[in-house]
């Protein structure tokens, strides 16, 4: 039977979660400029321990992202038409976009570009850099989005899941195949093997790009999480074995990570 509506459409867990992810973005995001990786700025002081140190999250971080992101586009479902939810979804991610690429990623880029090509300092060299953001040509290299992709691959998996959520019963037909699928310790089994299936097929080719339209590994794994975390909202049989195995999720955890890290040291 698909999941009835909730009587709240509200999840606070699925809320701090997604509060803790975002922390750890900040922080992984500060220990990248204190790395020596390839990077926007860096400091002068920089740590070679901090190359392993950023793994700690990187591996699974915005898969969660995508997983909460998919399930609270489920919620704004209920009660609601494709339509209102397409208008919702517009109004909630379109101005922030359009503000993070006309003001807030050009101040990034500017100090990028002083940084490492001696770009003008001041006022005058902002006001140069910004038409060379925004002439034809700078235009011609695509619209300045930099960390700000995500926003856009959450607009794009909400026009597929949306499509998807149209067609009569799919997704209940999804979410029922999944409960059934995942039930027991397969909750752990399945994802993990298609997590390793995706990462030899598709990575050696595609790798991580953050080009929508040429990123078909990262559409695997992320689109992946959002549809699954749209499908699963109220199949509590999932929930339920997600949390009675998350001290075996840790315990795996607790071994693969140190087992990368080690790899890339």
């Known amino acids: 039977m698909p999941p009835s509506a909730p009587s709240s459409t509200r999840r606070y867990d699925l809320d701090w979660i997604r509060v803790g992810a975002f922390g750890l973005l900040i922080l992984y995001h500060v ?29 699974w971080r915005l898969t969660l992202l ?27 991610l ?6 993070g690429a006309v003001i807030l990623v050009p101040i990034q880029s500017w100090i990028e570009a002083m940084d490492k090509a001696g770009w003008p ?36 998996y909400s026009v597929v899941t949306v ?25 752990l089994i399945l994802p993990i093997l298609y997590l390793i299936a995706i990462r030899i097929l598709l990575f050696p080719w595609f790798g991580v790009t953050n080009i929508l339209h040429w990123d078909w590994y990262n559409h695997a794994l992320s689109l992946g999480a959002f549809v699954f975390g749209f499908c699963i909202v109220g199949r509590e049989t999932i929930w339920r074995d997600m949390e009675r195995y998350r001290w075996v999720a840790l315990g795996l955890a607790a071994v693969a990570l140190p087992v990368m890290m080690a790899q890339v040291w």
């Open 31 to 59: 220990g990248l400029v204190y790395g020596v990786y390839g990077w926007h700025v860096h400091s002068v002081h920089t740590f070679e321990w901090m190359r392993e140190a950023i793994l700690i999250t990187n591996p």
């Open 66 to 92: 995508f997983l909460v992101s998919g399930a609270a586009l489920r919620f704004m479902t209920f009660r609601r038409s494709p339509r209102e939810v397409a208008r919702a979804r517009f109004a909630r």
């Open 94 to 99: 379109v101005p922030p976009l359009l503000f």
């Open 121 to 156: 300092s001041g006022l005058a060299g902002f006001a140069a850099w910004m038409v060379h953001e925004f002439s034809w040509s700078g235009l011609a290299d695509g619209v300045p989005v930099n960390h700000l992709w995500f926003i856009v691959y959450i607009a794009a």
């Open 163 to 187: 499509l998807l959520w149209r067609r009569p019963g799919l997704i209940d037909q999804m979410g029922a195949w999944l409960e059934k699928a995942l039930a027991g310790p397969r909750v």
